[in-house]
Every structure is written in structure tokens, then in C-alpha cells.
């Protein structure tokens, strides 16, 4: 009876084992033949922590499952916080980490960023008197912050996001009010693009933006990326792809892919979570809301991978539950919007749309 149990013992203990210890598919080598798969918003503590620690669950998942990665420590008010300095500190622990993987395609994120005031530079456009700097002198520091970035990692860096959130359904032209319109005008647009584009001229530059799939914002993202690249200045359009359990349905989400596919541009799935508990009701995943997530994440997938060749690449924001931002967003509350849980243990998300 002992020698039973204890064979018994070992067997259990051998299947924990090897369960534990199995290598779990890569999902950039099972999309390979459709799009690049990664991650965004690795600025993050815990992430640059795990990045930093090559034993951690943080650094395995990064390196085996991406090919992309969009590196997000441009936001201009960590790069130039003042007129005269520009500060590159913040990028060293996530540069450090791509550094060991040359074979990771980067992402700048992002250069301006209208719909945050924090983010958004407009500390440029205000002399030391509060005084309002003239159009040519506004030019001058787009062109300057755009080119200092683009420029220092020129070659390094395949896609910027140039702008991102520019777009404002409920203004009549569409473009977000900001300081930068009122001294320079809405073609402070074809202007920060056309900065990048001389600071890089191999890099694509793209336009990233939310709640992309509304009909409204949609139609007015669509105008925009087509005038510009009327102009030959973008390369893409990034759809950030902050979703819900029901928001966006399917139909309205290949809608829009539809029309943004008309643009022929690339398009980058750049920012992907999937909120389950906004409301909070929740206290723990539990299997039922695990299978809505993971039948939300193939039924997600099933659209993108249709538009395959015009979607070039899919990313999520970031990596494991633990740090998603969504658990500050918009107020403290716990929630499961990835494919690796906390503990970075793949989802049943993760298997649903590794089953391909
Ligand atoms: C937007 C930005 C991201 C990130 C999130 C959360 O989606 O594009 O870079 O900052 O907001 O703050």
C-alpha cells in the first residue's frame, strides 16, 4: 500500500513537473505567415524589472513570444520636459533589454501626443512671460522634438508612432483643439509627419488612435491617414484596440478594418487589452469569465487574422495581468485583460488563439 502510494507520489509529481516545465508555443512562430506578434507599454516598472532579470517569467515571455515590440519611452514629457533639455534616461533599461535582440522589430512611442496636455508639449509654446510663441517659432520646436528623437535612433527604430490621439469626433474638422492648432494650425500634422520623415527616411511613420471602430472617428481617422498619405508622409495606421468583452462587436470591428484596409497602408494592431471588469463586480477571474475572455480573444483574432497582409503586425499592452494599466484605469479596480496571468502562466486566451 506505501509502495503504491508512494509510486503514485512520484508519478504526480513527475506530470506537475513536466506541465510546469513545458515550453509553450510561440505565437510570433504560429502567426509568422501572417503578421508579427509582441507586446507594447513596456515602459512600465514591473516589466522593465522583469526585462532586467533574465530568469524572470517577464523576460521569458518577452523574448519567446514576440517579434515586435513597441517601445513607449517617448512620451515628450519624459523626452523634453523642458525647451532645453532633452532626457533619454528612461529609455536605457527597455533599449538595453532590445539591444541583446537585434532581431526584434522596435516601435517608437509616441511624438506628440494631442489628447494628453501632459503629453503634448505645449510647455514649447509659452515664452517665460506666458507669452505665446509665433507660428514660425512653433515650427521651429516641432521640428526640433520630432527630429531629436526620429534622428538619434535613426536606423534603429523600423516604426514611429509619430502622432498619436489627434483625432476629436466632437470637433467639426475633426482635428483635437489644442495650442499647437491655434498657433500653427491643423498642418502642424503634415508637418510633425514631414519632420520624421526627413530625420528617417526609411522609418514608417504612423497614426495611432482609440476607440477607432466608432463610425464617426473612424470615417475621421480614414480622411486624415488618406490626406497624408496623399502627401506621401505615413506609412500606417496603428488601431490601439482597448476593448471590452462587447465593445466593439464583431461586425463593427471588421468594418472598420475594412475601411482602414481600403487606405492601403499598413495597419498595427498596437495597444491590446480586453477589459472584463470595469465595473468592478468581480473579485477573482473565474472560469466562466477565463472563457469569455478566451472566446473574445479568438473571436478578436479570427478578425485580424482575415486582414492579414494589411494587418501587419498585432501587440498587446503590456504583458501579464499584474501590469496592465488597466488596473489604475479609470480608477483602481482588479482585472484580467491579457493572455499571461499575474503569476505569467499563459491564459486560456492565450491557448485559444494559439489554436489556430
Ligand atoms: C494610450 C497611449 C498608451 C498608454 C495608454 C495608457 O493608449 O497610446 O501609450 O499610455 O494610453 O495610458
Same mark, same amino acid.
Given at each position: 500500500?506505501?509502495?503504491?502510494?508512494?509510486?503514485?507520489?512520484?508519478?504526480?509529481?513527475?506530470? =506537475?513537473?513536466?506541465?510546469?516545465?513545458? $515550453? =509553450?508555443?510561440?505565437?510570433?512562430?504560429?502567426?509568422?505567415?501572417?503578421?508579427?506578434?509582441?507586446? *507594447? &507599454?513596456?515602459?512600465?516598472?514591473?516589466?522593465?524589472? *522583469?526585462?532586467?532579470?533574465?530568469?524572470?517569467?517577464? !523576460?521569458?515571455?518577452?523574448?519567446?513570444?514576440?517579434?515586435?515590440?513597441?517601445?513607449?519611452?517617448?512620451?515628450?514629457?519624459?523626452?523634453?520636459?523642458?525647451?532645453?533639455?532633452?532626457? @533619454? +534616461?528612461?529609455?536605457?533599461?527597455?533599449?538595453?533589454? #532590445?539591444?541583446?535582440?537585434?532581431?526584434?522589430?522596435?516601435? &517608437?512611442?509616441?511624438?506628440?501626443?494631442?489628447?494628453?496636455?501632459?503629453?503634448?508639449?505645449? @510647455?514649447?509654446?509659452?515664452?517665460?512671460? &506666458?507669452?505665446?510663441? /509665433?507660428?514660425?517659432?512653433?515650427?521651429?520646436?516641432?521640428?526640433?522634438? =520630432?527630429?531629436? =528623437?526620429?534622428?538619434?535612433?535613426?536606423?534603429?527604430?523600423?516604426?514611429?508612432?509619430?502622432?498619436?490621439?489627434?483625432?476629436?469626433?466632437?470637433?467639426? +474638422? *475633426?482635428? %483635437?483643439?489644442?495650442? @499647437?492648432? +491655434?498657433?500653427?494650425?491643423?498642418?502642424?500634422?503634415?508637418?510633425?509627419?514631414?519632420?520624421? %520623415?526627413?530625420?528617417?527616411?526609411?522609418?514608417?511613420?504612423?497614426?495611432?488612435? !482609440?476607440?477607432?471602430?466608432?463610425?464617426?472617428?473612424?470615417?475621421?481617422?480614414?480622411?486624415?491617414?488618406?490626406?497624408?498619405?496623399?502627401?506621401?508622409?505615413?506609412?500606417?495606421?496603428?488601431?490601439?484596440?482597448?476593448?471590452?468583452?462587447?465593445?466593439?462587436?464583431?461586425?463593427?470591428?471588421?468594418?472598420?478594418?475594412?475601411?482602414?484596409?481600403?487606405? *492601403?497602408?499598413?495597419?498595427?494592431?498596437?495597444?491590446?487589452?480586453?477589459?472584463?471588469?470595469? /465595473? &468592478?463586480?468581480?473579485? $477573482?477571474? #473565474?472560469?466562466?469569465? +477565463?472563457?469569455?475572455?478566451?472566446?473574445?480573444?479568438?473571436?478578436?483574432?479570427?478578425?485580424?487574422?482575415?486582414?492579414?497582409?494589411?494587418?501587419?503586425?498585432?501587440? #498587446?499592452?503590456?504583458?501579464?495581468?499584474?501590469?496592465?494599466?488597466?488596473?489604475?484605469?479609470?480608477?483602481?479596480?482588479? #482585472?484580467?485583460?491579457?493572455?499571461?496571468?499575474?503569476?505569467?502562466?499563459?491564459?486560456?486566451?492565450? @491557448?485559444?488563439?494559439?489554436? %489556430?
Amino acid at each position: 500500500m506505501i509502495v503504491k502510494q508512494c509510486v503514485l507520489a512520484v508519478a504526480l509529481f513527475l506530470q =506537475i513537473y513536466s506541465v510546469a516545465s513545458q $515550453e =509553450i508555443p510561440s505565437l510570433p512562430t504560429i502567426f509568422s505567415d501572417k503578421f508579427k506578434f509582441g507586446f *507594447g &507599454g513596456l515602459n512600465d516598472q514591473v516589466v522593465r524589472k *522583469g526585462l532586467a532579470d533574465s530568469s524572470s517569467p517577464i !523576460f521569458k515571455i518577452v523574448t519567446t513570444q514576440s517579434n515586435i515590440l513597441s517601445v513607449n519611452c517617448f512620451y515628450p514629457r519624459q523626452v523634453q520636459p523642458n525647451q532645453a533639455d532633452f532626457k @533619454w +534616461d528612461q529609455c536605457a533599461p527597455l533599449l538595453a533589454y #532590445t539591444k541583446q535582440f537585434p532581431e526584434k522589430t522596435l516601435r &517608437g512611442h509616441a511624438l506628440l501626443w494631442p489628447s494628453n496636455p501632459k503629453n503634448n508639449l505645449e @510647455w514649447l509654446l509659452v515664452d517665460a512671460n &506666458g507669452k505665446k510663441v /509665433d507660428r514660425e517659432e512653433a515650427i521651429k520646436r516641432l521640428r526640433t522634438h =520630432i527630429q531629436t =528623437i526620429v534622428g538619434r535612433y535613426k536606423g534603429q527604430f523600423q516604426y514611429w508612432d509619430v502622432l498619436n490621439e489627434v483625432i476629436d469626433p466632437n470637433q467639426s +474638422d *475633426g482635428i %483635437r483643439a489644442s495650442l @499647437w492648432k +491655434d498657433i500653427i494650425g491643423p498642418q502642424f500634422i503634415e508637418i510633425a509627419f514631414s519632420a520624421a %520623415r526627413e530625420a528617417d527616411p526609411k522609418a514608417k511613420l504612423f497614426y495611432n488612435d !482609440f476607440n477607432e471602430w466608432r463610425p464617426k472617428k473612424r470615417e475621421m481617422i480614414y480622411a486624415l491617414v488618406k490626406h497624408l498619405k496623399s502627401k506621401g508622409l505615413i506609412d500606417g495606421l496603428g488601431l490601439q484596440q482597448h476593448v471590452t468583452l462587447t465593445e466593439p462587436t464583431a461586425i463593427e470591428l471588421d468594418r472598420a478594418i475594412s475601411r482602414f484596409a481600403e487606405l *492601403g497602408v499598413e495597419i498595427h494592431v498596437t495597444e491590446l487589452d480586453v477589459e472584463v471588469n470595469r /465595473d &468592478g463586480r468581480y473579485t $477573482e477571474l #473565474t472560469a466562466e469569465l +477565463d472563457q469569455q475572455l478566451a472566446k473574445r480573444y479568438k473571436e478578436l483574432f479570427g478578425i485580424y487574422l482575415k486582414y492579414a497582409g494589411q494587418i501587419t503586425a498585432v501587440m #498587446t499592452f503590456n504583458v501579464t495581468d499584474a501590469s496592465s494599466w488597466l488596473r489604475y484605469h479609470p480608477k483602481p479596480h482588479l #482585472t484580467w485583460p491579457l493572455l499571461f496571468d499575474a503569476q505569467g502562466k499563459p491564459k486560456a486566451a492565450f @491557448w485559444a488563439i494559439a489554436d %489556430r
